[in-house]
């Protein structure tokens, strides 16, 4: 197993040699104000059977879990996903979905097993959507998808510590309880490496600390990688690069911490403090909600790529089938319609967009949405929120007593695509971030910006809940008025037949009878 443990601070935040403390085998930090990522990777003999089994017939699989609190970000760790957990996979080749009880049947199993039995995950081929490929260039881009909002990873935790630590294990048993805190997860295999990764983001201490204290030291035996990096971003010298400066340290392999200044190129950027963005529906939304999306004016402007970069505003909505957006609307080019929402285009959808379908029909988890979205003309001074709103639609749900039922939609994921200089390796950064979901949607040499999710409301929640209006039931279950509604349906179709009917009926009469005089007059002009 090979751990790594880094540690980013502001530039603002103090710092102290004393904080950090390197002997032969540990490394001590005492309330250290940083945001931290911790990366292990397992080889298949350190994980259970029951996953090694499931990942030996993938090709690839991603998961990507971000906490529903808002949280900030830092540099180079900037990207993000919609809250929920989004789960990337592609069988190896040969194994078609629906056969037999190979990867493809199995990852739902495990997926419930690891994270949540009350997952709405029955098998790729019931519950995952195809995202698009809009090239054969993004030959990366996995072959399903499934997201759910799922709001905490507590049976994760538990999992790992009774899975994979061992029964004394105390320090194994310590980092996963750090799971429950943390603002993002993500877990990677490939069959090219043949590796596990799991890492995990924290923009801050868990709450009750004032920075992070701890001891980490090497593991047991001295055979597996302990790797701990103190570091800081600078400004870089290229637009496309991040540059990090800082300590860095092999416990157990070197007695002291070595000062490190490297850079690199980077897909992910951070924009400013102020560039934020909040979401919002109208009170009243009934079955046909707008979601508006509020960005400061400073989030409008452009990133300061390079002087020749194209950048463009996009928003990439992770919706679940209880909500939808109409494909045919969104996709229009009609310059009224969109000027009055402020969007550009419909870039891509992927999942369930039929307009009809009640919500009970809908076995995949839902869809995706890629929306370029407009920015005011230079001509526009004002210093108001610049409002982009994009008209979605609620699927009919079952009925409930209190004749509502609630849908949530997580915030999307709103940033700035701009091209970056040909010959850029993306791929060099020790701290890249792919799989995502929308960012296989672009070029492999675009960089990405991010805006910074502000919710406008106390409890800092990147979810929004809807009431939905549905039939309600009366007491021992049975749906108030739905005989009725059948009745009054039968009803009036019948009615309509029979209107139908009898008016044909006098057409077919009036013809006979225009015909009869026709005759009559045919019979006199012979006789005259």
């Known amino acids: 197993m090979r751990q790594r443990t880094t540690f980013i601070q502001k530039s603002t935040a103090p710092f102290s040699p004393s904080q950090a403390t390197l002997t032969q085998d540990a490394l001590t930090i005492q309330n250290l104000d940083a945001a931290r990522e911790e990366r292990v990777t397992f080889s298949f003999d350190e994980l259970p059977s029951e996953v090694w089994q499931v990942l030996r017939a993938c090709h690839q699989i991603h998961i990507r879990w971000a906490s529903s609190r808002?949280?900030?970000?830092?540099?180079?760790?900037?990207?993000?996903?919609?809250?929920?957990?989004?789960v990337f996979f592609s069988p190896v080749e040969g194994a078609a979905v629906g056969e037999g009880e190979?990867?493809?049947?199995?990852?739902?199993?495990?997926?419930?097993?690891?994270?949540?039995?009350?997952?709405?995950?029955?098998?790729?081929?019931?519950?995952?959507?195809?995202?698009?490929?809009?090239?054969?260039?993004?030959?990366?881009?996995?072959?399903?998808?499934?997201?759910?909002?799922?709001?905490?990873?507590?049976?994760?935790v538990t999992y790992i510590q009774q899975k994979i630590c061992g029964r004394d294990d105390e320090e194994c048993f310590r980092r996963a309880e750090l799971i429950r805190s943390a603002d993002s997860i993500d877990i990677?295999?490939?069959?090219?490496?043949?590796?596990?990764?799991?890492?995990?983001?924290?923009?801050?201490?868990?709450?009750?600390?004032?920075?992070?204290?701890?001891?980490?030291?090497?593991?047991?035996?001295?055979?597996?990688?302990?790797?701990?990096?103190?570091?800081?971003?600078?400004?870089?010298?290229?637009?496309?690069?991040?540059?990090?400066?800082?300590?860095?340290?092999?416990?157990?392999?070197?007695?002291?911490?070595?000062?490190?200044?490297?850079?690199?190129?980077a897909r992910h950027h951070l924009l400013p403090d102020d560039a934020r963005y909040?979401?919002?529906?109208?009170?009243?939304?009934?079955?046909?909600?707008?979601?508006?999306?509020?960005?400061?004016?400073?989030?409008?402007?452009?990133?300061?790529?390079?002087?020749?970069?194209?950048?463009?505003?996009?928003?990439?909505?992770?919706?679940?089938?209880?909500?939808?957006?109409d494909k045919y609307q969104l996709s229009t080019t009609d310059p009224l319609f969109l000027n009055s929402h402020n969007l550009v285009a419909l870039r891509a959808v992927a999942g369930e967009t039929d307009l009809e379908a009640p919500d009970w029909f809908v076995s995949r988890w839902g869809s995706n949405w890629l929306l370029e979205l407009d920015s005011p003309s230079e001509s526009d001074q004002s210093s108001e929120d610049?409002?982009?709103?994009?008209?979605?639609?609620?699927?009919y749900l079952r009925p409930s007593e209190s004749g509502y039922r609630a849908a949530s939609i997580p915030w999307p994921v709103v940033f700035w695509a701009c091209t970056a200089e040909d010959g850029t390796k993306m791929s060099m950064n020790p701290f890249d971030r792919v799989n995502l979901g929308?960012?296989?949607?672009?070029?492999?040499?675009?960089?990405?910006?991010?805006l910074h999710p502000s919710p406008g409301h106390g409890d800092g929640v990147l979810v929004e809940e809807l009431d939905v209006p549905v039939l309600t039931l009366k007491e021992g279950g049975s749906v108030f008025g739905s005989q009725v509604i059948e009745l009054g349906t039968v009803a009036v179709i019948v009615l309509g037949f029979l209107w139908v009917l009898w008016k044909l009926g006098l057409v077919a009469r009036s013809s006979g009878i225009r015909s009869q005089q026709g005759q009559r007059t045919d019979k006199r002009d012979k006789a005259e």
Request: hydrophobic content about 40%; overall charge negative; aromatic content about 10%.
């Open 438 to 450: 929308w960012e296989g949607l672009f070029g492999p040499r675009t960089m990405f910006y991010q």
């Open 386 to 395: 610049w409002n982009v709103t994009i008209p979605l639609h609620l699927r």
């Open 70 to 86: 808002a949280y900030e970000t830092v540099s180079p760790f900037s990207s993000r996903v919609s809250p929920g957990i989004h």
């Open 188 to 265: 990677n295999y490939d069959s090219i490496s043949h590796a596990l990764t799991m890492s995990g983001f924290w923009s801050s201490a868990p709450e009750g600390q004032k920075g992070w204290s701890e001891i980490i030291r090497k593991h047991e035996g001295g055979t597996d990688q302990v790797e701990v990096g103190l570091l800081g971003a600078d400004k870089a010298s290229e637009p496309e690069e991040i540059k990090m400066g800082g300590l860095l340290a092999a416990i157990g392999k070197e007695k002291e911490l070595k000062p490190a200044l490297f850079s690199f190129p």
């Open 278 to 325: 909040s979401v919002t529906f109208s009170p009243s939304t009934g079955l046909h909600p707008t979601m508006t999306i509020s960005m400061a004016r400073s989030s409008l402007e452009q990133p300061q790529a390079r002087p020749d970069a194209a950048c463009a505003l996009h928003a990439y909505l992770t919706l679940p089938s209880s909500v939808f957006g």
């Open 102 to 156: 190979g990867a493809t049947e199995s990852v739902c199993v495990l997926l419930k097993k690891v994270f949540d039995d009350g997952l709405g995950c029955e098998s790729v081929e019931k519950s995952f959507i195809t995202p698009p490929i809009l090239s054969t260039r993004f030959a990366s881009t996995a072959a399903y998808q499934f997201y759910e909002l799922l709001p905490s990873l507590e049976n994760l």
